[in-house]
């Protein structure tokens, strides 16, 4: 039985997490950590005092995320980190700790299998296209723009192509920011924040005369599991460093 703790357990995406495992014939939900609620550990450190846990997957915020997987990876807890906002040296000292202690780490944007298809798509896409930009859009309790998944997506394709901004005349913008941040080789990344998104991605490719549009939207957060659970099983067969879903898809 795999013994799993769940960090943010009373967010939206940990209720889910924590419903999901419950549901799972070779998982037992050990430990619900949260800083709110009354039946809640409110670390990991003392869940991890009361009770066995194997894995541990993590939906809280950017300012904790590191703090926390450090105190995992260095008390031989495994993690899965759902959790956007990690800075890329951040990303490069988790994977030298899980490295050197032995524990597996899996660090996912996004998992949604089919959001993950459309990073995959737009890789692809990109040995294709001279120009790219990224518009994602979320719910406007999001507290990290530009997203996980936007930033990936950029990361992923920027492996294919050195500049995406061929052709372009030199821009004077009148309002700051009204071409979005520019990330890896030129991308722009436009964020929008909206009550009622949950999380949507489109990422627009051209080149003389053609224009592609990969558009990714989800409806809930129950999509998620499927991709949670997926990393889960791998993460706890495993002592590796993993970032990004598409790795084991």
Do not use: W
Not at 202 to 217: A, Y
């Amino acid at each position: 039985m795999i013994k799993v703790a769940v960090c943010g357990a009373l967010g939206k995406m940990g209720k889910e997490v924590c419903e999901t495992v419950k549901s799972q014939k070779d998982m037992e939900l050990t430990a619900q950590i949260d800083i709110v609620g009354t039946n809640t550990y409110k670390s990991i450190k003392d869940a991890a005092k009361d009770n066995k846990i194997d894995i541990l997957v993590d939906f809280t915020q950017p300012k904790s995320i590191f703090e926390n997987a450090k105190f995992c990876l260095n008390n031989g807890i495994k993690i899965i980190i759902g959790t956007t906002g990690l800075k890329d040296e951040e990303i490069e000292y988790l994977k030298k700790l899980s490295e050197e202690k032995n524990t597996g780490c899996f660090i996912a944007p996004n998992f949604s299998t089919g959001a993950v298809l459309m990073m995959m798509f737009a890789r692809q896409a990109a040995k294709y296209f001279d120009n790219a930009e990224i518009i994602e859009l979320h719910h406007n309790q999001k507290k990290d723009a530009p997203s996980g998944t936007a930033i990936k997506t950029a990361l992923m394709m920027s492996e294919e192509k050195e500049s995406f901004t061929l052709g372009n005349c030199p821009e004077t913008e009148t309002i700051k920011g009204s071409r979005g941040g520019i990330s890896y080789n030129d991308i722009h990344i436009h964020s929008v924040r909206m009550p009622g998104y949950v999380a949507s991605q489109e990422v627009l490719l051209g080149s003389s005369g053609q224009i592609l549009k990969i558009r990714h939207d989800s409806i809930d957060r129950k999509c998620y599991m499927d991709g949670v659970m997926l990393a889960l099983r791998h993460t706890v067969s495993k002592n590796d460093f993993t970032f990004g879903l598409e790795h084991i898809m």
